[in-house]
């Protein structure tokens, strides 16, 4: 329950962090022609989410209090909070070149997490694969977007 309330409470506070303003640079920008799934955008990072958060649960249960699942959580929560800075920053920036950069730090941390958690539970490292599949597709997808609005790097 304290893991799965933490990645809500993390979630909504980062969600807090954007304006109107933000929101409407973002809005404006151009996307690229294959981009027709932008809709379903905010439920895929809802199942991302959930599978990571049923990851972490099931380290924490493996050993729980341990010193190094309580480092492993921590991992969890960098993930998490660096994954929320994407937008916070991109936006508050306007820079899609530091989303591009956040976007590619988050698939490295996914993956790294992923190997590190695969001697713990296997089970716990396959629930980090929508994380793994899905942010080099967000990453990718903010890059074309630079290239398609130079001015907003």
């Not at 151009?30 to 990072?45: D, G, S, Y």
């Not at 809802?46 to 921590?74: C, D, H, K, Q």
């Not at 716990?124 to 080099?136: C, E, H, M, N, R």
């Amino acid at each position: 329950m304290v893991i799965g309330a933490v990645t809500i409470a993390v979630g909504f506070l980062g969600s807090q962090a954007l304006s109107q303003e933000d929101q409407r640079w973002f809005d404006r920008l151009q996307r690229p022609k294959w981009l027709t799934f932008e809709n379903a955008i905010p439920v895929i990072w809802t199942i991302v989410f959930i599978a990571a958060a049923w990851s972490a649960y099931i380290v924490w249960e493996s050993n729980p209090g341990s010193r190094s699942s309580w480092l492993l959580m921590g991992f969890y929560l960098v993930l998490e909070l660096v994954t929320l800075a994407y937008n916070v920053l991109m936006c508050k920036l306007k820079s899609l070149l530091v989303g591009t950069v956040i976007g590619a730090t988050c698939v490295l941390l996914s993956a790294i997490l992923a190997v590190i958690v695969w001697d713990i539970s296997q089970t716990a490292s396959l629930l980090l694969l929508p994380y793994i599949l899905w942010s080099p597709i967000g990453t990718y997808t903010t890059w074309e977007m630079l290239k398609l609005n130079p001015v907003d790097r």
